[in-house]
Protein backbone atom coordinates (compact mmCIF):
# COMPACT_ATOMS: atom_id res chain seq x y z
CA UNK A 1 0.00 0.00 0.00
CA UNK A 2 2.61 2.42 1.36
CA UNK A 3 5.30 2.26 -2.25
CA UNK A 4 1.56 2.73 -4.38
CA UNK A 5 0.79 5.85 -2.87
CA UNK A 6 -2.05 4.15 -1.01
CA UNK A 7 -1.20 4.69 2.87
CA UNK A 8 -5.21 5.92 3.72
CA UNK A 9 -5.85 3.06 2.43
CA UNK A 10 -3.31 0.51 4.22
CA UNK A 11 -4.63 2.54 7.88
CA UNK A 12 -7.50 1.59 7.45
CA UNK A 13 -7.24 -2.20 6.44
CA UNK A 14 -4.31 -2.23 9.24
CA UNK A 15 -6.95 -0.50 11.78
CA UNK A 16 -9.65 -3.58 10.78
CA UNK A 17 -6.89 -5.91 10.98
CA UNK A 18 -5.48 -4.60 14.62
CA UNK A 19 -8.84 -4.65 16.19
CA UNK A 20 -9.86 -8.00 15.37
CA UNK A 21 -6.46 -9.14 16.91
CA UNK A 22 -5.47 -6.42 19.31
CA UNK A 23 -2.58 -8.58 20.43
CA UNK A 24 -0.97 -9.14 17.03
CA UNK A 25 2.47 -7.58 17.60
CA UNK A 26 3.10 -7.31 14.21
CA UNK A 27 -0.11 -5.70 12.93
CA UNK A 28 -0.06 -2.56 15.57
CA UNK A 29 3.96 -2.49 14.25
CA UNK A 30 2.76 -2.07 10.62
CA UNK A 31 -0.27 0.33 11.35
CA UNK A 32 2.61 1.90 12.91
CA UNK A 33 4.78 2.21 10.14
CA UNK A 34 1.75 3.04 7.98
CA UNK A 35 0.81 6.03 10.50
CA UNK A 36 4.60 7.38 10.72
CA UNK A 37 4.04 7.42 6.37
CA UNK A 38 0.75 9.41 6.99
CA UNK A 39 2.54 11.99 8.90
CA UNK A 40 0.88 10.93 11.80
CA UNK A 41 4.04 10.57 14.44
CA UNK A 42 1.45 10.38 17.78
CA UNK A 43 -0.60 7.99 16.76
CA UNK A 44 2.52 6.17 15.46
CA UNK A 45 4.02 5.87 18.70
CA UNK A 46 1.40 4.57 20.71
CA UNK A 47 0.60 1.62 18.14
CA UNK A 48 4.88 0.92 17.96
CA UNK A 49 4.56 1.12 21.78
CA UNK A 50 1.74 -1.38 22.46
CA UNK A 51 3.38 -3.42 19.53
CA UNK A 52 6.17 -3.22 21.94
CA UNK A 53 4.51 -3.88 25.04
CA UNK A 54 3.34 -7.12 23.26
CA UNK A 55 6.26 -8.14 21.92
CA UNK A 56 9.70 -6.24 23.65
CA UNK A 57 12.65 -8.03 21.98
CA UNK A 58 11.46 -7.92 18.28
CA UNK A 59 13.84 -5.56 16.51
CA UNK A 60 11.93 -4.19 13.89
CA UNK A 61 9.03 -2.45 16.36
CA UNK A 62 12.06 -0.89 18.30
CA UNK A 63 13.41 -0.03 15.06
CA UNK A 64 10.47 1.57 14.09
CA UNK A 65 9.91 3.27 17.29
CA UNK A 66 13.34 4.69 17.15
CA UNK A 67 12.52 6.53 14.12
CA UNK A 68 9.02 7.75 15.58
Known sequence: YGQQGRVAEAIRTLRRAVALEPDD???????????????????????????????????????NLGVA
Open 25 to 63: ALGRNQLGQAYLLAGRCDDAVFELEQALTLAPNEAAVNL
